[in-house]
Protein backbone atom coordinates (compact mmCIF):
# COMPACT_ATOMS: atom_id res chain seq x y z
CA UNK A 1 0.00 0.00 0.00
CA UNK A 2 1.54 3.35 -0.92
CA UNK A 3 2.25 5.92 1.83
CA UNK A 4 -0.16 9.06 2.41
CA UNK A 5 1.67 12.03 2.40
CA UNK A 6 0.59 13.92 5.78
CA UNK A 7 -0.63 17.84 4.91
CA UNK A 8 -1.55 20.04 6.77
CA UNK A 9 -4.51 20.88 9.24
CA UNK A 10 -6.05 23.11 6.91
CA UNK A 11 -6.21 20.98 4.08
CA UNK A 12 -8.66 18.38 5.38
CA UNK A 13 -11.43 21.05 5.12
CA UNK A 14 -14.80 21.15 7.98
CA UNK A 15 -15.81 17.61 6.85
CA UNK A 16 -12.45 16.66 7.72
CA UNK A 17 -11.61 18.59 10.84
CA UNK A 18 -14.80 16.95 12.05
CA UNK A 19 -13.09 13.47 11.70
CA UNK A 20 -10.03 14.67 12.29
CA UNK A 21 -11.37 15.59 16.23
CA UNK A 22 -13.30 12.31 16.85
CA UNK A 23 -10.87 11.40 19.21
CA UNK A 24 -12.00 14.53 21.55
CA UNK A 25 -15.90 14.31 19.82
CA UNK A 26 -16.50 10.97 20.47
CA UNK A 27 -15.17 11.02 24.26
CA UNK A 28 -17.33 14.34 24.84
CA UNK A 29 -20.69 12.13 23.42
CA UNK A 30 -19.54 9.43 25.55
CA UNK A 31 -19.25 11.06 28.31
CA UNK A 32 -22.23 12.79 28.75
CA UNK A 33 -20.09 16.23 28.02
CA UNK A 34 -22.23 17.38 24.78
CA UNK A 35 -24.61 15.60 22.65
CA UNK A 36 -24.48 14.26 19.59
CA UNK A 37 -26.35 17.28 17.73
CA UNK A 38 -24.18 19.93 19.78
CA UNK A 39 -21.02 18.33 17.60
CA UNK A 40 -20.36 21.82 15.46
CA UNK A 41 -20.92 23.73 18.24
CA UNK A 42 -18.09 21.98 20.20
CA UNK A 43 -16.19 22.02 16.99
CA UNK A 44 -16.35 25.70 17.06
CA UNK A 45 -16.06 26.44 20.65
CA UNK A 46 -12.96 24.25 21.66
CA UNK A 47 -11.13 23.36 18.39
CA UNK A 48 -11.13 26.31 16.10
CA UNK A 49 -12.60 26.53 12.75
CA UNK A 50 -10.99 25.59 9.72
CA UNK A 51 -9.76 29.16 8.56
CA UNK A 52 -7.93 29.27 11.53
CA UNK A 53 -6.76 25.35 11.34
CA UNK A 54 -5.38 26.12 8.19
CA UNK A 55 -3.78 29.62 9.07
CA UNK A 56 -1.48 28.21 11.70
CA UNK A 57 -0.84 25.10 10.08
CA UNK A 58 -0.16 26.73 6.49
CA UNK A 59 3.47 27.68 7.18
CA UNK A 60 4.13 25.76 9.98
CA UNK A 61 8.12 24.67 10.71
CA UNK A 62 11.48 26.63 10.35
CA UNK A 63 14.64 27.27 12.31
CA UNK A 64 14.31 28.07 15.66
CA UNK A 65 16.57 28.93 18.90
CA UNK A 66 14.75 27.70 21.64
CA UNK A 67 15.17 29.36 24.90
CA UNK A 68 15.15 26.33 27.27
CA UNK A 69 13.56 28.90 30.26
CA UNK A 70 10.48 30.15 27.89
CA UNK A 71 9.75 27.41 25.28
CA UNK A 72 10.49 23.92 27.28
CA UNK A 73 9.98 24.34 31.74
CA UNK A 74 9.04 27.96 32.65
CA UNK A 75 8.95 29.18 36.30
CA UNK A 76 8.26 32.43 36.14
CA UNK A 77 5.79 33.59 39.19
CA UNK A 78 4.54 36.46 36.88
CA UNK A 79 4.03 33.85 34.44
CA UNK A 80 2.06 31.56 36.39
CA UNK A 81 -0.24 33.61 38.15
CA UNK A 82 -3.09 32.96 36.98
CA UNK A 83 -2.74 29.17 36.70
CA UNK A 84 -4.57 28.82 40.04
CA UNK A 85 -5.19 25.21 41.16
CA UNK A 86 -8.70 26.07 41.87
CA UNK A 87 -9.08 27.33 38.33
CA UNK A 88 -7.51 23.79 37.19
CA UNK A 89 -9.64 21.73 39.36
CA UNK A 90 -12.85 24.21 38.46
CA UNK A 91 -12.96 23.73 34.96
CA UNK A 92 -11.91 19.93 35.00
CA UNK A 93 -15.14 19.67 36.80
CA UNK A 94 -17.21 21.86 34.96
CA UNK A 95 -16.14 20.05 31.56
CA UNK A 96 -16.61 16.95 32.58
CA UNK A 97 -20.17 17.71 33.16
CA UNK A 98 -20.71 16.47 36.57
CA UNK A 99 -22.62 17.64 39.48
CA UNK A 100 -19.95 17.28 42.50
CA UNK A 101 -18.06 19.97 43.23
CA UNK A 102 -14.28 20.66 42.74
CA UNK A 103 -13.58 20.36 46.49
CA UNK A 104 -15.09 17.59 47.00
CA UNK A 105 -13.21 15.96 43.95
CA UNK A 106 -10.03 16.83 45.80
CA UNK A 107 -11.37 15.26 48.99
CA UNK A 108 -12.10 11.80 47.44
CA UNK A 109 -8.46 12.14 45.36
CA UNK A 110 -7.01 12.02 48.89
CA UNK A 111 -9.02 9.88 50.25
CA UNK A 112 -7.94 7.18 48.53
CA UNK A 113 -4.99 7.17 50.73
CA UNK A 114 -6.64 6.34 53.81
CA UNK A 115 -8.31 2.74 55.02
CA UNK A 116 -12.37 2.34 53.85
CA UNK A 117 -14.52 3.54 54.67
CA UNK A 118 -12.48 6.72 54.27
CA UNK A 119 -14.40 10.18 55.01
CA UNK A 120 -15.71 10.31 51.62
CA UNK A 121 -18.16 8.39 49.71
CA UNK A 122 -18.16 6.67 46.63
CA UNK A 123 -14.27 6.74 45.77
CA UNK A 124 -11.72 4.13 45.96
CA UNK A 125 -9.37 3.84 49.78
CA UNK A 126 -5.95 1.77 50.03
CA UNK A 127 -7.81 -1.66 51.06
CA UNK A 128 -10.24 -1.89 49.01
CA UNK A 129 -8.22 -5.54 47.74
CA UNK A 130 -6.01 -7.20 49.89
CA UNK A 131 -3.56 -9.81 49.82
CA UNK A 132 -3.63 -12.62 52.06
CA UNK A 133 -1.08 -10.81 54.66
CA UNK A 134 -4.26 -8.18 54.71
CA UNK A 135 -1.75 -5.48 52.98
CA UNK A 136 -3.53 -3.07 50.71
CA UNK A 137 -3.02 -3.99 47.07
CA UNK A 138 -2.78 -2.39 43.58
CA UNK A 139 -2.44 -4.43 40.47
CA UNK A 140 -1.60 -7.12 42.34
CA UNK A 141 1.22 -5.52 44.26
CA UNK A 142 0.98 -4.03 47.67
CA UNK A 143 0.81 -0.43 48.68
CA UNK A 144 4.02 0.66 50.59
CA UNK A 145 1.98 2.06 52.99
CA UNK A 146 -1.51 2.01 53.33
CA UNK A 147 -2.58 4.33 55.20
CA UNK A 148 -0.64 7.17 54.53
CA UNK A 149 -0.87 10.15 55.89
CA UNK A 150 -1.58 12.29 53.29
CA UNK A 151 -4.85 10.61 53.64
CA UNK A 152 -5.45 14.02 56.35
CA UNK A 153 -6.08 16.35 53.37
CA UNK A 154 -9.16 14.49 52.69
CA UNK A 155 -10.37 16.32 55.75
CA UNK A 156 -8.91 19.97 54.20
CA UNK A 157 -9.58 22.84 51.73
CA UNK A 158 -6.80 23.25 49.05
CA UNK A 159 -8.29 26.60 47.98
CA UNK A 160 -7.21 28.48 50.76
CA UNK A 161 -4.65 29.04 53.55
CA UNK A 162 -1.76 26.79 53.92
CA UNK A 163 -3.57 23.56 52.38
CA UNK A 164 -3.46 25.62 49.44
CA UNK A 165 -1.64 24.94 46.29
CA UNK A 166 1.25 27.26 44.29
CA UNK A 167 1.70 26.50 40.51
CA UNK A 168 5.71 26.49 39.88
CA UNK A 169 5.70 25.01 36.97
CA UNK A 170 4.24 24.62 33.34
CA UNK A 171 6.22 22.09 31.05
CA UNK A 172 5.94 21.45 27.42
CA UNK A 173 6.87 17.59 26.74
CA UNK A 174 6.36 17.68 22.70
CA UNK A 175 9.19 15.23 23.06
CA UNK A 176 6.76 12.36 24.56
CA UNK A 177 4.55 12.62 21.21
CA UNK A 178 5.07 9.23 19.35
CA UNK A 179 6.49 8.67 16.10
CA UNK A 180 3.33 8.00 14.42
CA UNK A 181 1.97 11.47 15.67
CA UNK A 182 -1.40 9.64 17.55
CA UNK A 183 -1.10 12.59 19.66
CA UNK A 184 0.71 15.83 20.42
CA UNK A 185 2.82 14.90 23.58
CA UNK A 186 2.01 16.30 27.28
CA UNK A 187 1.50 19.05 28.59
CA UNK A 188 1.76 19.83 32.30
CA UNK A 189 1.08 21.68 35.16
CA UNK A 190 3.25 21.77 38.71
CA UNK A 191 1.49 22.25 42.05
CA UNK A 192 3.01 22.39 45.39
CA UNK A 193 1.23 22.58 49.27
CA UNK A 194 2.01 26.23 50.47
CA UNK A 195 3.09 24.81 53.25
CA UNK A 196 6.62 23.33 51.43
CA UNK A 197 8.40 25.47 52.36
CA UNK A 198 8.32 25.25 55.99
CA UNK A 199 6.95 21.68 56.45
CA UNK A 200 4.60 19.36 55.14
CA UNK A 201 5.27 18.98 51.70
CA UNK A 202 3.00 17.91 48.24
CA UNK A 203 3.51 18.22 44.94
CA UNK A 204 1.08 17.31 41.96
CA UNK A 205 1.53 17.22 38.47
CA UNK A 206 -1.28 17.29 36.01
CA UNK A 207 0.03 15.25 32.58
CA UNK A 208 -2.08 16.09 30.38
CA UNK A 209 -1.89 14.76 26.74
CA UNK A 210 -3.07 16.73 23.41
CA UNK A 211 -5.09 14.60 21.17
CA UNK A 212 -3.64 15.32 17.86
CA UNK A 213 -6.76 16.72 15.44
CA UNK A 214 -5.31 14.90 12.39
CA UNK A 215 -5.70 11.50 14.40
CA UNK A 216 -2.13 10.48 13.09
CA UNK A 217 1.23 11.74 11.67
CA UNK A 218 3.59 14.01 13.62
CA UNK A 219 2.87 17.46 10.93
CA UNK A 220 -0.46 17.75 12.48
CA UNK A 221 0.99 18.54 15.94
CA UNK A 222 3.47 21.29 13.84
CA UNK A 223 1.30 24.26 15.62
CA UNK A 224 2.03 22.83 18.40
CA UNK A 225 5.69 22.28 18.47
CA UNK A 226 5.92 25.83 16.56
CA UNK A 227 3.97 27.71 19.54
CA UNK A 228 6.43 26.59 22.54
CA UNK A 229 9.13 27.53 19.85
CA UNK A 230 7.79 31.09 19.37
CA UNK A 231 7.82 31.62 22.84
CA UNK A 232 11.26 31.99 22.89
CA UNK A 233 11.40 35.09 20.87
CA UNK A 234 8.62 36.91 22.92
CA UNK A 235 10.40 39.36 25.06
CA UNK A 236 7.66 40.16 27.46
CA UNK A 237 6.61 37.71 29.94
CA UNK A 238 2.80 39.18 29.99
CA UNK A 239 2.25 38.72 26.66
CA UNK A 240 3.80 34.76 27.39
CA UNK A 241 1.65 34.30 29.64
CA UNK A 242 -1.55 34.93 27.83
CA UNK A 243 -0.48 32.66 25.12
CA UNK A 244 0.08 30.11 27.79
CA UNK A 245 -3.06 30.52 29.74
CA UNK A 246 -4.38 30.26 26.10
CA UNK A 247 -3.14 27.19 25.44
CA UNK A 248 -3.88 24.83 28.22
CA UNK A 249 -7.43 26.52 28.77
CA UNK A 250 -8.51 27.60 25.81
CA UNK A 251 -6.37 25.69 23.41
CA UNK A 252 -4.81 26.49 20.06
CA UNK A 253 -6.91 27.03 16.65
CA UNK A 254 -7.46 23.09 15.33
CA UNK A 255 -6.66 21.93 18.68
CA UNK A 256 -8.46 21.35 22.18
CA UNK A 257 -7.77 22.93 24.97
CA UNK A 258 -5.27 21.25 27.38
CA UNK A 259 -7.41 21.49 30.66
CA UNK A 260 -10.12 18.99 29.63
CA UNK A 261 -10.74 15.95 32.18
CA UNK A 262 -10.37 13.49 28.98
CA UNK A 263 -6.22 14.40 29.04
CA UNK A 264 -6.35 12.89 32.33
CA UNK A 265 -6.96 9.54 32.16
CA UNK A 266 -10.79 9.68 32.43
CA UNK A 267 -10.86 6.67 29.32
CA UNK A 268 -7.89 4.25 31.47
CA UNK A 269 -4.68 4.49 31.71
CA UNK A 270 -1.83 4.14 28.90
CA UNK A 271 2.10 3.98 28.25
CA UNK A 272 3.91 6.55 27.50
CA UNK A 273 3.90 5.73 24.05
CA UNK A 274 0.06 5.70 24.28
CA UNK A 275 -0.51 8.14 26.60
CA UNK A 276 -4.06 9.02 27.80
CA UNK A 277 -2.89 11.44 30.62
CA UNK A 278 -2.39 11.21 34.26
CA UNK A 279 -2.04 13.37 37.09
CA UNK A 280 1.05 12.78 39.42
CA UNK A 281 1.63 13.18 43.36
CA UNK A 282 5.05 13.26 45.10
CA UNK A 283 4.66 13.14 48.54
CA UNK A 284 6.69 13.88 51.19
CA UNK A 285 4.12 14.07 54.23
CA UNK A 286 5.83 11.09 55.93
CA UNK A 287 8.77 8.43 55.38
CA UNK A 288 9.00 7.26 52.92
CA UNK A 289 8.89 10.04 50.42
CA UNK A 290 6.95 8.54 47.31
CA UNK A 291 5.33 9.23 44.24
CA UNK A 292 2.07 7.89 42.99
CA UNK A 293 0.11 7.94 39.62
CA UNK A 294 -3.61 8.85 38.70
CA UNK A 295 -6.36 9.28 36.58
CA UNK A 296 -9.78 10.84 36.85
CA UNK A 297 -12.83 8.58 35.89
CA UNK A 298 -16.36 9.64 35.27
CA UNK A 299 -19.32 7.94 37.02
CA UNK A 300 -22.65 8.36 36.55
CA UNK A 301 -25.63 6.66 38.05
CA UNK A 302 -29.32 6.54 37.18
CA UNK A 303 -32.51 6.19 38.88
CA UNK A 304 -35.81 5.49 38.15
CA UNK A 305 -39.10 6.38 39.36
CA UNK A 306 -42.47 5.84 39.15
CA UNK A 307 -44.79 3.02 38.28
CA UNK A 308 -47.46 1.17 36.81
CA UNK A 309 -50.23 4.11 37.74
CA UNK A 310 -47.39 6.75 37.11
CA UNK A 311 -45.32 8.04 34.42
CA UNK A 312 -41.49 6.40 35.01
CA UNK A 313 -38.93 9.04 34.54
CA UNK A 314 -35.21 8.10 35.13
CA UNK A 315 -32.33 10.78 36.31
CA UNK A 316 -29.15 10.32 35.58
CA UNK A 317 -26.44 11.82 38.28
CA UNK A 318 -22.65 11.66 37.65
CA UNK A 319 -19.57 12.40 39.37
CA UNK A 320 -16.35 12.85 38.50
CA UNK A 321 -13.50 10.89 40.55
CA UNK A 322 -9.89 10.68 40.92
CA UNK A 323 -8.56 6.22 40.79
CA UNK A 324 -5.49 5.66 41.95
CA UNK A 325 -3.46 3.85 38.91
CA UNK A 326 -0.26 1.97 38.38
CA UNK A 327 2.75 3.79 38.43
CA UNK A 328 3.86 3.70 35.03
CA UNK A 329 7.28 2.09 33.97
CA UNK A 330 7.83 1.10 37.80
CA UNK A 331 7.93 -2.78 38.10
CA UNK A 332 7.68 -3.80 41.31
CA UNK A 333 11.26 -4.23 42.89
CA UNK A 334 10.15 -7.92 44.17
CA UNK A 335 9.93 -9.49 40.51
CA UNK A 336 13.92 -8.87 40.62
CA UNK A 337 14.06 -12.01 43.28
CA UNK A 338 14.48 -15.36 42.04
CA UNK A 339 11.80 -17.67 42.12
CA UNK A 340 9.37 -14.78 41.15
CA UNK A 341 7.17 -13.39 38.47
CA UNK A 342 9.02 -15.45 35.86
CA UNK A 343 6.77 -13.60 33.05
CA UNK A 344 8.20 -10.28 34.36
CA UNK A 345 11.55 -11.40 33.64
CA UNK A 346 11.10 -12.64 30.31
CA UNK A 347 9.44 -9.51 29.60
CA UNK A 348 12.13 -7.39 31.40
CA UNK A 349 14.47 -9.44 29.39
CA UNK A 350 13.34 -7.50 26.02
CA UNK A 351 14.27 -4.30 27.74
CA UNK A 352 17.88 -4.63 27.93
CA UNK A 353 18.79 -3.39 24.19
CA UNK A 354 17.20 0.12 25.28
CA UNK A 355 19.14 0.10 28.91
CA UNK A 356 22.12 -0.06 27.06
CA UNK A 357 22.17 2.76 25.06
CA UNK A 358 25.76 5.22 25.88
CA UNK A 359 24.15 8.67 27.05
CA UNK A 360 21.50 8.89 30.05
CA UNK A 361 19.08 10.66 27.18
CA UNK A 362 18.81 7.17 25.13
CA UNK A 363 18.37 4.96 28.02
CA UNK A 364 14.70 3.91 27.50
CA UNK A 365 12.50 1.15 28.95
CA UNK A 366 8.96 0.40 28.71
CA UNK A 367 7.40 -2.05 30.46
CA UNK A 368 4.14 -3.58 30.26
CA UNK A 369 1.49 -2.11 33.31
CA UNK A 370 0.79 -5.68 33.97
CA UNK A 371 3.94 -5.23 36.08
CA UNK A 372 3.94 -2.12 37.49
CA UNK A 373 3.45 -0.87 41.00
CA UNK A 374 0.97 0.98 42.83
CA UNK A 375 3.45 3.52 44.32
CA UNK A 376 6.93 4.62 43.84
CA UNK A 377 8.14 4.44 46.93
CA UNK A 378 12.12 5.86 48.51
CA UNK A 379 12.19 2.33 50.05
CA UNK A 380 14.39 -1.17 49.50
CA UNK A 381 11.65 -2.46 47.55
CA UNK A 382 12.56 0.24 44.44
CA UNK A 383 16.38 -0.27 44.92
CA UNK A 384 16.10 -3.37 41.59
CA UNK A 385 19.70 -4.15 41.96
CA UNK A 386 19.78 -5.11 45.83
CA UNK A 387 16.53 -6.99 44.63
CA UNK A 388 18.04 -8.97 41.76
CA UNK A 389 18.25 -12.53 42.13
CA UNK A 390 21.57 -14.53 40.75
CA UNK A 391 20.19 -16.91 38.15
CA UNK A 392 18.27 -13.93 37.19
CA UNK A 393 21.59 -11.82 36.98
CA UNK A 394 22.99 -14.74 34.47
CA UNK A 395 19.64 -14.23 32.81
CA UNK A 396 20.70 -10.63 32.13
CA UNK A 397 24.15 -11.53 31.45
CA UNK A 398 23.02 -13.73 29.02
CA UNK A 399 21.39 -11.49 27.30
CA UNK A 400 23.69 -8.68 27.54
CA UNK A 401 26.42 -11.39 25.11
CA UNK A 402 23.59 -11.50 22.91
CA UNK A 403 22.76 -8.32 22.32
CA UNK A 404 26.45 -7.08 21.98
CA UNK A 405 27.58 -5.26 25.31
CA UNK A 406 30.96 -3.04 24.29
CA UNK A 407 30.47 -1.06 27.38
CA UNK A 408 30.60 -4.50 29.73
CA UNK A 409 27.61 -3.74 31.62
CA UNK A 410 26.95 -5.59 33.97
CA UNK A 411 23.49 -7.13 35.71
CA UNK A 412 23.77 -4.76 38.49
CA UNK A 413 24.22 -2.08 36.11
CA UNK A 414 21.20 -2.77 34.03
CA UNK A 415 18.91 -2.98 36.88
CA UNK A 416 20.45 0.43 38.20
CA UNK A 417 19.71 2.13 34.90
CA UNK A 418 16.02 0.28 34.87
CA UNK A 419 15.70 1.78 37.88
CA UNK A 420 16.44 5.38 36.49
CA UNK A 421 13.31 5.18 34.28
CA UNK A 422 11.40 5.02 37.54
CA UNK A 423 9.67 8.01 39.50
CA UNK A 424 12.15 7.20 41.90
CA UNK A 425 15.18 6.47 40.41
CA UNK A 426 14.95 9.69 38.11
CA UNK A 427 14.11 11.70 41.26
CA UNK A 428 16.46 10.03 44.08
CA UNK A 429 19.39 9.67 41.84
CA UNK A 430 22.07 8.33 44.60
CA UNK A 431 20.09 4.70 44.71
CA UNK A 432 21.55 4.18 41.24
CA UNK A 433 24.86 5.54 40.87
CA UNK A 434 26.72 2.69 39.25
CA UNK A 435 25.31 3.09 35.68
CA UNK A 436 28.78 1.33 34.27
CA UNK A 437 29.32 2.53 30.75
CA UNK A 438 31.18 5.71 32.55
CA UNK A 439 27.33 6.88 32.79
CA UNK A 440 26.44 9.07 36.19
CA UNK A 441 22.40 9.96 36.27
CA UNK A 442 22.28 13.55 36.98
CA UNK A 443 21.16 14.90 40.22
CA UNK A 444 17.81 16.53 41.20
CA UNK A 445 17.23 19.03 43.46
CA UNK A 446 16.75 15.82 46.33
CA UNK A 447 13.59 13.90 45.07
CA UNK A 448 12.26 17.15 42.94
CA UNK A 449 13.20 18.65 39.41
CA UNK A 450 10.99 21.84 40.63
CA UNK A 451 10.90 23.34 44.19
CA UNK A 452 8.63 25.48 45.79
CA UNK A 453 12.21 27.69 46.59
CA UNK A 454 12.54 30.80 44.54
CA UNK A 455 15.95 32.42 42.29
CA UNK A 456 16.23 35.50 40.19
CA UNK A 457 16.07 35.08 36.10
CA UNK A 458 16.12 37.75 33.33
CA UNK A 459 12.15 38.23 33.78
CA UNK A 460 12.28 38.03 37.83
CA UNK A 461 11.43 36.46 40.61
CA UNK A 462 11.16 32.37 39.34
CA UNK A 463 11.09 28.79 41.06
CA UNK A 464 14.40 26.72 41.08
CA UNK A 465 14.89 23.50 38.46
CA UNK A 466 17.25 20.78 38.80
CA UNK A 467 20.88 20.45 37.76
CA UNK A 468 19.50 17.13 35.69
CA UNK A 469 17.04 19.39 33.67
CA UNK A 470 19.20 22.30 33.26
CA UNK A 471 22.34 20.26 31.84
CA UNK A 472 20.88 17.37 30.59
CA UNK A 473 17.26 16.62 29.76
CA UNK A 474 16.44 20.36 28.48
CA UNK A 475 19.25 20.36 26.48
CA UNK A 476 17.98 17.17 24.83
CA UNK A 477 14.57 18.29 24.22
CA UNK A 478 15.06 21.80 22.73
CA UNK A 479 17.24 19.91 20.32
CA UNK A 480 13.97 17.54 19.48
CA UNK A 481 11.71 20.22 19.33
CA UNK A 482 14.35 22.19 16.72
CA UNK A 483 14.94 19.56 15.11
CA UNK A 484 11.39 18.28 14.21
CA UNK A 485 10.57 21.87 13.19
CA UNK A 486 13.36 22.00 10.69
CA UNK A 487 11.01 19.75 8.67
CA UNK A 488 8.18 18.96 10.07
CA UNK A 489 6.21 17.12 7.06
CA UNK A 490 9.48 14.19 7.06
CA UNK A 491 7.53 13.26 11.03
CA UNK A 492 4.95 10.36 9.20
CA UNK A 493 3.36 8.54 11.03
CA UNK A 494 4.98 4.72 11.37
CA UNK A 495 3.69 1.54 12.91
CA UNK A 496 6.87 -0.69 13.22
CA UNK A 497 8.38 -1.57 16.30
CA UNK A 498 11.01 0.29 17.59
CA UNK A 499 13.64 -1.98 17.12
CA UNK A 500 16.74 -0.92 18.60
CA UNK A 501 14.30 -1.01 21.98
CA UNK A 502 14.52 -5.21 21.69
CA UNK A 503 17.93 -7.02 20.17
CA UNK A 504 17.99 -10.54 19.85
CA UNK A 505 16.36 -12.53 22.61
CA UNK A 506 18.90 -15.13 24.29
CA UNK A 507 18.19 -18.38 25.05
CA UNK A 508 18.50 -19.48 28.48
CA UNK A 509 18.31 -23.34 29.47
CA UNK A 510 17.02 -24.04 25.81
CA UNK A 511 13.89 -21.82 26.05
CA UNK A 512 13.57 -18.68 24.43
CA UNK A 513 12.52 -15.81 26.30
CA UNK A 514 9.19 -14.18 24.84
CA UNK A 515 9.35 -11.34 22.25
CA UNK A 516 9.37 -7.55 22.56
CA UNK A 517 6.34 -6.08 22.33
CA UNK A 518 5.26 -4.12 19.37
CA UNK A 519 5.14 -0.15 20.37
CA UNK A 520 5.80 2.75 19.12
CA UNK A 521 9.04 4.79 20.32
CA UNK A 522 8.59 8.49 21.60
CA UNK A 523 9.56 11.35 19.07
CA UNK A 524 12.45 12.09 21.90
CA UNK A 525 13.29 8.35 22.42
CA UNK A 526 12.59 7.87 26.50
CA UNK A 527 9.68 7.03 27.86
CA UNK A 528 10.08 9.65 30.91
CA UNK A 529 13.07 12.09 31.46
Known amino acids: MQDKKVSTPGRFGRRGLYAA ?44 NVDAR ?19 MDTLTSRAGVTNSSLSVYQQWWDTQNKKPGVTTGGAHCDDVTNTAGQGTLNGFPFNQCPRSEGALASTNPFTGSDSYIPIGLVNRFDLAPVDGSHCGEYRIVFAKNSGTTGGRNLVIFEGVLPNPQGSGLAGCCPVAQFWAELSSDPSPASRATKLDNFFFNGLPGFAPVVRPEHYGMLGAGTYSNSRGQIRSNQFTSFPWTLKDFRLDKVCTTTTTGGVDVEETSTT ?29 DHFLTQVAGLQATNVNAITMDINNTFNAPDSPDAAVSNYSSQLGAT ?19 PANIAN ?5 TCIGCHAPGMTSSLGGGLTWPSSLGFTHVEEFTEAGPDGSRFRISPALTNVFLPHRKQVLESFLLNPSLAGPSSAPEESLAGPIAVDDGVESVAAPTRVRTLGGSTTH
Open 70 to 88: KSLFVTEQSILTNFTFQRV
Open 417 to 421: RAETQ
Open 392 to 410: FAGRISSQLVANGNPQGLT
Open 317 to 345: TCKLLVRPETVKNNPFGRQFNDGNSVAFQ
Open 21 to 64: IAGVAVLEVAYGCVGEENIEEFVNEHVGSTAEALASGATCGGTF
